[in-house]
């Protein structure tokens, strides 16, 4: 039964809007509204797999567009994407396949430029790949490329000769001498090749890292069902091999090591690698050793794993996850003090916070310091009670953790802080632990409804801590109540359980602010999310700065720390986002060369590899305003230039290149940016918007002949011969005001 098209379409439209404020969550819901009404419309799958590409959701945009292929077998873009999908999630073999059925569409379609990427891709992926090779050395051929073709073809005859088939190698070389008879390289393979010489190996084109390398962590499988089968240590260490590798999909990006078109392009400005801010050449080092340091994990070769990952933190590499690996790597060898400064930077972020404390627990009982020992040992049991809850439930259970861990500080029996680290170290140091941690909590007391969740170390340690919770629930009864004051001071008398219970002096800020004391509010909270930054407790210092700044919105002071705090624990969407909005105020001050600054330091960030891409065009667009603002001609059109090659069909920001090329005195520049855009919108099938485009840009720039002339044109192509007589009129009226009388009579 067919779908209703209105629906279809008003959810299509709501999908483009979405899509066009990158709000990808949002688009991707409303394409998935329009495929309930037309299940198999080509159009709807594509945007919904870009949307989740966007998202970082690969897994799921590769079914999209596997479903996409299925519904337009003979379409190539589709391959394209599931081929790029599959060697980012690491499946290189199939890759393979689908790069090579692209280019066999293409070339059906007579696009040869777009088949030789894909053969391109494939030999980057498998260097040794005969057929690819072929294709490519006919094609450039062809076409006229003597030197690829050359290149190629020596690459085969090297091939062959491996092979054993001399022969064929010495067809191939041959084929290299029709083209160029007087090729140095190609003379002495056919010297080397009759002495019996080996020829060099094809060398492996620049681009094929990142995928390799995901396909070697990929080997460190983890099954499909809901536990991962692994430890919190191993699942951290998979969790930052895959970082690693992604890393080279971006440094690719950033150096160049991508296809012709893409390596042409804008794209290293705005995608970034993690946290660089770095030389070119400094990247291609880090990305040499990170793909080493990759190499060695999966062949254990720990030794020369930690070489190469203190190589790359030392030119510039900060990620978490490098930390987090060398941290690991140190473990196991002597260098134990190195080990807990490197994972003390890696437990700052959720991804590796797990992992990281269970290492620093193993180390710190290794060198006898059981008390350090078991705090890190407790805040590894808070983080995994808290993973296997409901997340609406997780702030308050961290909460109640404080006083058990503060009352294990005052513990100093070293038999009792052994048998707390044995466990939890049982509990949480094997397979499918989260299975276990949720056994553990079904011998829990059942929670009345209303109450907070019991901590699962109640079960593992015994602490002094039910009257510091009791306290707390009389505070929050009696300030729901609305007695502030009586709650105050029951908040003040319980402090003498645990004076360093910092939920508890929290609280103490959530009854200023209600008694309406805000500024005594904002210095306690202050002073507890300080507290909570100094242990390393980044999440609960997130969670204050964030209160203050809901009640002091202008102290940027404090949004600044807040968004040094969302940096550190990986929270990069996050920070970004609270960066735009101090930018914003900023530009409500009137104070726009710090807005703009601060928009710039917000673009650095959202060049991470693991920002959302979305963010890239919002402050770029915002720039681009201020510098329109300031008169910055020239500033504001490399903005938009950057713009343009994220979103080529951006129609404003089209416009406003032409706009501003005219400005400057740029007429060629300007018709060039022109033909770019018509040309695009050629290639897209969407040619119809041209002439809306155009009239409005002669409505605004009347006296423009290199608008009227293209206008002109596209009358006459639509066969509007009336428009075009008029628009070649005020033409040569033009023309012969400004003195051009040889174009006047040509425009006649």
Known sequence: MAGREDIFNKAMNMGYSAAWDQQWDKAASAYREALEEFPENPKALSNLGLALFELQRYDESLQVYQKALQVSPEDPVPLEKVAHLSERIGNVNEAIQFFLKAAELYIKRQEAEKAIENWIRVTQLDSGHIPARTYLAMVHERLGHAPQAIHEYLAIASLFQQSGNASKAAEMIGRALRLNPNHSEARQAQNMLKSGQPLPRPMRPQGGTGPLRMAQVKQLSIPKSGDTGLDPVAEARKRALTRLAEVLFDLSDEIGETSATRRGSMTAIVRGTGQLDIKKSERARIMLHISQAIDAQTSEQEAQAIEELEKAIEAGFKDPAAYFILGLLRSKSERLESALRTLQIAVKHDAYTLGARLLLGHIQRFMDRLPDAVIEYMEALKEADCLVVPPDQAAELRQLYEPLVEAQRQITDPVKQEQLCNNIKQLLMQPNWRSHVLQAREQLPKSSQGTPLLPLAEILAQAQSSQVIDAISRVRSLAKEGFLRTA????????????????????????????????????????????????????????????????????????????????????????????????????????????????????????????????????????????????????????????????????????????????LGQAPQAAAELDSFLAYLQSAGRRGEAIPFLEELVNEEPKQAVLRRTLAEEYRQAERTPDAVAQLDALGELLLDSGDRDGAIQSI
């Open 488 to 663: 105050m001071d029951e908040a003040f008398e319980s402090l003498k359980y645990a004076p360093a219970y910092l939920p508890l002096h929290s609280l103490i800020g959530d009854l200023l602010l209600q008694e309406g004391r805000t500024q005594d509010a904002i210095t306690k909270y202050t002073v507890v999310a300080q507290s909570y930054s100094a242990r390393g407790e980044a999440a609960q210092a997130v969670t204050l700065l964030r209160r203050i700044v809901q009640a002091a919105p202008m102290d940027l002071a404090v949004r600044t720390r807040l968004i040094e705090q969302l940096a550190s624990r990986g929270l990069v969407d996050e920070a970004i986002g609270e960066y735009i909005e101090l930018a914003d105020i900023y530009y409500r001050l009137a104070e726009l060369d710090m807005a703009r600054k601060t928009y710039t330091t917000a673009l650095r960030l959202a060049q991470q590899g693991g920002a959302n891409r979305a963010w890239n065009v919002k402050i770029l667009q915002r720039m681009a305003d201020i510098d329109m603002q300031h008169l910055d001609w020239r500033q504001a059109l490399r903005i938009y230039e950057q713009i343009r090659t994220i979103q080529p069909d951006d129609m404003p920001v089209r416009k406003s290149l032409i706009d501003l090329n005219l400005r």
